[in-house]
Nanobody
Framework: VQLQASGGGLVQPGGSLRLSCAFSGSTLDYGMIGWFRQSPGNEREGVSVFDRGMRTTRYADSVKGRFTMSRDDAKSMVYLQMNDLKPEDTAVYYC????????????????????WGQGTLVTVSS
């Protein structure tokens, strides 16, 4: 599968952006779909992950209540709506997926995902 993320850009603090991720194949074939981010000097961290088996979406504590992940399986698209953005949200954002499900404790760990998009840069600055 190939993933292509888009929608990044420059936004002021408190603003919003919606990221999109297009799958070359069907999203229904993948047990875990997630958004991750990486800022300079930091490791790639999980932002939100959809677990198809549990039909649940998990979020990092740092984005709970501000970010919402959604899917349109018919269009093979995944989205990340980001509201109330903060300067610390500045990063390159990636979508990723894997076939098999993960245990809860591993769901937000980037090391367990083997298909990645190219990333889209989000800059939050005044």
């Amino acid at each position: 599968v190939q993933l292509q993320a888009s929608g990044g850009g420059l936004v002021q603090p408190g603003g919003s952006l919606r990221l999109s991720c297009a799958f070359s194949g069907s999203t229904l074939d993948y047990g875990m779909i997630g958004w991750f981010r990486q800022s300079p000097g930091n490791e790639r961290e999980g932002v939100s992950v959809f677990d198809r088996g549990m039909r649940t979406t998990r979020y990092a504590d740092s984005v709970k209540g501000r970010f919402t992940m959604s899917r349109d399986d018919a269009k093979s698209m995944v989205y990340l709506q980001m509201n109330d953005l903060k300067p610390e949200d500045t990063a390159v954002y990636y979508c990723a997926t894997r076939k098999n499900r993960l245990i809860v404790s591993a769901a937000l760990s980037a090391a367990h995902y083997n298909y990645w998009g190219q990333g889209t840069l989000v800059t939050v600055s005044s």
